[in-house]
Every structure is written in structure tokens, then in C-alpha cells.
């Protein structure tokens, strides 16, 4: 869930439906992955804006997936410590996987690891979350049982150790925004989609919204 959606579409919080609409509209047509081809950067921040979009829009939706996922405490502070890495690739690699994660995109989070040379506690975290919501069951716990034992004091890792060796289905069942996400698909995909269906509907125009 967005801190600040407001924020991330550069507006006032007591901005109305159409000031929201047209925010959504420029940072759309900026950010596009049809007017950014290969720009990995672009495609994360329209995820996001659509994120912050349906969250203003769909309030109690967005709140009910944050309160059913049980790693959003480690999501949190994860962004916030990604926000202060600097340059460093192998970080950003991990930062964006970390985003693919976020927003769903469980295969392109796996995709863009495997661009990382050096594997450290954080990236077999990522991994066995990316792979445990594919279904990868046994690669997932191979990969969280190795974050341990590199980190083996940190809270996060035996967390998700313990739920997976322990919850079964359950545990998929219950992982809210991270599992959600891949069995009934992706939410930013489908809204994307939508909004495309909306453009052509439009005559081509330009714009996401008839309205």
C-alpha cells in the first residue's frame, strides 16, 4: 500500500475526481511503456502511478490487501532503505526486483535477479518470495533456508522461513499482496489493460478515460 498516493501523483489531497483524472492522464502519457521501450525505470513508475491511482479511487480495496499481506513491515522499511542506496547496480538490481514484487510482477522480479553477480541474504529473500508465489514451492524454500543462514538473526527471513516450511497453503492462502497477486492475476496488469481498452474505446485519443 502507498504511503501517499496523493503524492505520487502530484496532487493536493483535497483534489477533486478531475484534478486526479488529469494528473493520472500526464503521468500516464510520461511514463507509458509504449513511449518508453526498454525503460525499466518507466515501466515500474507507471505501476506505481496506477497503484496510487486505484487506491484514491478503490480506498477499502487497497486497504484490505495491505492488511492481509504479512510482509508489509518488511516492505516498508525495505523501500525506505532502497531509497538511500545510491547507484551501486547490484542494488538496483534488487530494487527493482523488490518493486516487481511489490506491484505483482513475480517473474520480472525472478528475471531481473538473475542479472545480479553476487547473491547476498536479501536476494535468496526476494527470490523465495518471487518463486513461492509462483508455485516453486522447493526452490523457494531452498532460497529462504539459504537467506537464514547468511542473516540467521534477522526477523524478516525466519518469518517467512517459518511460514513457509510451517503454513503449507495456508500460508499461500494468507500472503495477501504478495500471493493475491499471482493466483488471481496481476491487478496493475489488468488495470493497465483496462485503461487500454478505454483508449481505443476513445477513438484513439490519447486518453485513458472517455469521462
Known amino acids: 500500500m502507498i504511503d501517499d498516493p496523493y503524492k505520487v501523483l502530484g496532487v493536493d489531497r483535497n483534489a477533486t475526481d478531475e484534478e486526479i483524472k488529469q494528473a493520472y492522464r500526464r503521468l ?3 511514463y507509458h511503456p ?35 499481506d504479512p510482509f508489509r513491515a518488511y ?14 547496480p547490484e542494488d538496483q538490481y534488487q530494487q527493482a526486483a523488490y518493486q516487481y514484487i511489490r506491484f505483482g510482477r513475480y517473474q520480472e522480479a525472478l528475471n531481473t535477479l538473475q542479472n545480479c553477480a553476487q547473491r547476498d541474504g536479501r536476494w ?6 518471487a ?13 529462504i533456508r539459504r537467506a537464514v543462514s547468511m542473516e540467521p538473526q534477522n526477523p524478516e527471513y525466519l518469518d517467512a522461513l517459518n511460514r513457509m516450511e510451517h503454513g503449507g497453503a495456508a500460508y499461500r492462502q494468507s500472503a495477501g499482496g504478495f500471493q493475491g497477486f499471482a493466483m488471481g492475476g496481476d491487478p496493475c496488469t489488468n488495470l493497465c489493460l483496462c485503461y487500454l481498452a478505454n483508449l481505443f474505446c476513445c477513438g484513439g485519443r490519447g486518453m485513458f478515460f472517455c469521462c
Open 131 to 143: 518463486n513461492d508465489a509462483l508455485g516453486n514451492q522447493v526452490t523457494a524454500l531452498e532460497h
Open 124 to 129: 535468496y529473500y526476494l527470490s523465495a518470495i
Open 28 to 30: 500516464a502519457k510520461k
Open 34 to 68: 509504449d513511449l518508453n521501450p526498454g525503460d525499466q525505470e518507466a515501466a515500474l513508475r507507471m505501476q506505481e502511478v496506477n497503484a496510487a491511482y486505484e487506491q484514491i479511487k478503490n480506498p477499502e480495496k487497497a486497504q484490505s490487501q495491505y492488511d492481509a
Open 75 to 88: 516492505r516498508q522499511q525495505t523501500y525506505q532503505d532502497y531509497q538511500g542506496y545510491g547507484a551501486q
